[in-house]
């Protein structure tokens, strides 16, 4: 599991863009990125993964460059609501069978 | 949407004690997984389940664990003699694939507390 270095925390204000970066220097060939979003007392929930280019969905974007070295989640216009941790992963598609979190980001989104 | 699901939401229990903790993973996946998280820290993971056994577990799932799928549809976390170091929010998920790729569907965590 390549590990992964991003922002302890980051604050924001209401309608913005965010931007989290993380990077992951050791990643290998078979391995996907994946963020995950974590409330308070909820379990993490899966926003978005990618391999490599762009990723979009309803929820967020994810930007990988050509390197796959790092990798962005892009939330935009946020809200109150998007404040959480969020978390950054990389997995081996072939043979991981389990998620070891980091820290994560804490992400405060100000009014 | 199908979900995880998770019993008791909150367990409180005496040192030394047992507790079964209890998950209904989403029907159609094939891996289950326990997690927990210490107030204030990071998830952690404890032990994957897949084809009725442990595929993999980690080094706090030692032998006051154990985990079972009795009928098909429960996925249990059972720890046989609790220490206070226990108490932590405990999560299930459960995933189609593996976890590399395939999204893991995480329940809403039974907080055990151990006094």
């Known amino acids: 599991l390549a590990k992964t270095t991003q922002p302890i925390s980051m604050d924001s204000y209401e309608g913005q863009e965010v931007n989290i970066t993380c990077s992951h220097n050791n990643i290998a060939t078979n391995d996907y990125i994946t963020w995950y979003q974590q409330f308070p007392s909820q379990g993490p929930r899966f926003i978005i993964q990618g391999y490599k280019t762009k990723v979009t969905n309803e929820v967020a974007s994810l930007f990988i460059p050509a390197d796959r070295k790092s990798s962005t989640l892009s939330l935009p216009r946020v809200s109150l609501s998007d404040t959480a941790v969020y978390y950054c992963?990389?997995?081996?598609?072939?043979?991981?069978?389990?998620?070891?979190f980091g820290k994560g980001t804490r992400l405060h989104i100000l009014p | 949407e199908p979900e995880v699901t998770q019993t008791p939401s909150h367990q409180v229990t005496q040192m030394g004690q047992e507790v079964i903790l209890r998950c209904v993973p989403i029907?159609?996946?094939?891996?289950f997984y326990w997690y927990r998280q210490i107030l204030g820290q990071k998830v952690e993971f404890l032990v994957s389940f897949y084809n009725n056994e442990i595929s993999e577990k980690s080094e706090i799932f030692d032998d006051q664990f154990s985990v079972e799928r009795p009928d098909g549809s429960n996925f249990t976390l059972k720890i046989r003699s609790t220490k206070l170091e226990d108490s932590a929010m405990y999560f299930c998920?459960?995933?189609?694939?593996?976890?590399?790729?395939?999204?893991?569907?995480f329940g809403p965590g039974t907080r055990l507390t151990v006094l």
């Open positions: 029907s159609n996946h094939l891996y």
């Open positions: 998920a459960s995933s189609e694939g593996l976890a590399g790729v395939d999204e893991q569907f």
């Open positions: 992963l990389v997995g081996d598609f072939n043979r991981d069978d389990k998620i070891i």
